[in-house]
């Protein structure tokens, strides 16, 4: 069992940047690939970023691609999204997820993550 931990969500003005931060308890992040969803009510989970365990391959979606940059540290088992000219359209809880199954050919499906964060939510508003 893998708990993980988000934080560094808030309130933000459109432009404004915020870095989210992924985390386990006990160590054990840095032995999976970890992914980063967001959801707003009334939507499907959206994949926005994905990070290889071993820090080297990353992947982001349409619409995140050229704002936000995902990292890892595994000194202190964390993995990062750094999030960069927010908009209104970005507000939403962001989640991080992890888990065996969770390999780079399917990672924007929701359902291949065995391990889920309770979430952080972004407001972006004047």
């Known amino acids: 069992q893998v708990q993980l931990v988000e934080s560094g969500g808030g309130l933000v003005q459109p432009g404004g940047s915020l870095r989210l931060s992924c985390a386990t308890p006990?160590?054990?992040?840095?032995?999976?690939?970890v992914g980063w969803f967001r959801q707003v009510p009334g939507k499907e989970r959206e994949g926005i970023a994905w990070?290889?365990?071993?820090?080297?391959?990353?992947y982001y979606g349409h619409s995140v691609k050229g704002r936000f940059i995902i990292s890892r540290d595994d000194a202190s088992d964390t993995v990062f999204l750094q999030l960069n000219n927010l908009d209104a359209e970005d507000a939403a809880v962001y989640y991080c997820?992890?888990?065996?199954?969770?390999?780079?050919?399917?990672?924007?499906?929701?359902?291949?993550?065995?391990?889920w964060g309770q979430g952080t939510q972004v407001t972006v508003s004047p």
């Open positions: 006990v160590s054990a992040l840095r032995f999976y690939n």
């Open positions: 990070i290889h365990r071993s820090g080297t391959t990353t």
């Open positions: 997820a992890t888990g065996p199954r969770a390999v780079a050919e399917v990672w924007t499906r929701p359902g291949v993550y065995d391990y």
